[in-house]
């Protein structure tokens, strides 16, 4: 469950960094993050993820 877990968390981080950069997220990328978000909390994530998760949901989401 660790590897998991570590897994989950290292997707997420590249993902975050992605659409930092990109400034906006699109419809994809945040279905995506928040189903990869919810599977990161209930293999008992911390609340590292969670103040990016605060983050990626002040992005605008637009299509590229």
Known sequence: QEAAL????????????KVSEKGFITPDELSTWTHTFDVYRSLGGNSFVMALHDKINDLPVKDE
């Open 6 to 17: 570590s897994n989950t968390r290292y997707n997420m981080l590249v993902m975050f960094q």
